[in-house]
């Protein structure tokens, strides 16, 4: 069993129109049926080809939950495990189906010292598929706690 390396950013680190990686995950049938699944979401647009082909769809695709997944992936990535998501705000142009390759992408916007305690910072997402085009983009805020970010920093 390997076991997985955390990296993180301390918020002194971040600065506005700093890039976060890239992240791509290919979406499969076990992918997009896993989200379904795990979200209780038996819409059948999202597990049905035939559905989803009657809809004017390609094929099955994913759902909202998948999308937010996703994009928290890109985000905490790069953040790392001392930040949590506190504020998102998600924008759906297109479908993601088995197939594809969803790629994310990010920057920052601003960061802010809220108190003593609270540390944030604004994020602009977006993942696409087969062009540049975006099939969802987002606004995200991510926090860090002074608390957290004392943990992490003796790790």
Do not use: C
Not at 38 to 62: L, M, S, V
Request: no cysteine; charged share 20%; glycine share 10%.
């Amino acid at each position: 069993m390997s076991r997985r390396t955390f990296t993180a950013v301390d918020w002194s680190e971040v600065t506005p129109g700093q890039e976060l990686p890239t992240v791509s995950l290919a979406v499969t049938y076990d992918v997009v049926a896993g989200h379904i699944a795990g979200t209780r979401d038996w819409f059948p647009g999202h597990h049905n080809p035939g559905y989803a082909i009657g809809q004017g769809q390609e094929n099955i695709y994913g759902n909202t939950m998948f999308f937010q997944g996703f994009l928290e992936r890109v985000v905490l990535e790069w953040a790392g495990p001392a930040w949590f998501v506190s504020d998102r705000t998600l924008r759906i142009s297109g479908s993601v189906y088995p197939g594809d390759t969803l790629t994310g992408i990010g920057v920052v916007k601003a960061k802010q010292q809220r108190n003593e305690d609270l540390f944030t910072a604004d994020l602009a997402v977006r993942a696409h598929t087969r062009s540049d085009q975006p099939v969802l983009t987002a606004d995200i805020q991510v926090a860090m706690t002074r608390h957290s970010r004392e943990w992490w920093s003796k790790q």
